[in-house]
């Protein structure tokens, strides 16, 4: 399958107006950064990965909420209920491999946003910060899903989401640390 047949496949179930809107955000996200750099307070570099978190951000979005059909409400409050299964599961004939891989996923898909912010404000960024944005980015990717009835409200997805991107800041802050010693 080419990439056009898996990007059209992949989000057809979009509305017209959810498309709209991501052209919209895109727009607007542009001329906010073409702005700030002809104002000199962000340079190519961080416009470059201003760009990128951006794109990023809207596919995320994109896979988790919108490229879901809308179904029913449901929500999973109860906190590691997945490692609950999958380690009640270990000594069963089918342990659940797949709730497993889906936890260590649901940690890396935040990743590349926590290595992209402290590239977009061309510092490090605090780990309590870092955690506060992951937490906040998650929460509204799982309350967008809870309120269009496109998947499930998971506190677990926040929790991992969060710490995939706690790690990415911790990361490039010790990039960057490694960098301005060298």
């Known amino acids: 399958m080419d990439i056009y047949q898996t990007v059209i496949s992949h989000y057809l179930h979009w509305s017209k107006i959810e498309l709209i809107a991501v052209v919209i955000v895109m727009i607007i996200s542009f001329i906010i950064l073409e702005r700030f750099y002809k104002k000199d307070k ?3 570099i961080q416009m470059f990965f201003c760009v990128l978190f951006i794109i990023y951000l809207l596919h995320v979005y994109g896979s988790t909420v919108f490229s879901r059909l809308p179904s029913k409400r449901i929500c999973k409050l ?5 490692w609950k ?7 069963t004939t ?7 891989l889906e936890n260590i996923l ?6 590349p946003l926590g290595i992209f912010l402290p590239l977009v404000y061309g510092k490090k960024i605090d780990w309590k910060v870092g955690l506060l944005i992951g937490f906040c980015i998650s929460f509204s990717i799982e309350l967008m899903q809870l309120v269009l009835c496109r998947g499930m409200f998971d506190v677990d997805d926040i929790i991992h989401n969060s710490l995939g991107f706690l790690i990415g800041i911790v990361i490039i802050n010790k990039v960057l640390l490694m960098n301005k010693i060298s």
Do not use: D
Not at 78 to 82: D, L, P
Not at 85 to 91: A, F, P
Not at 106 to 111: E, Q
């Open 106 to 111: 649901n940690v890396i898909m935040l990743l």
């Open 78 to 82: 109860e906190v590691f209920w997945s």
């Open 94 to 100: 089918y342990p659940k491999y797949e709730l497993f």
């Open 85 to 91: 299964e999958i380690l009640n599961s270990m000594n």
């Open 42 to 44: 962000i340079n190519k």
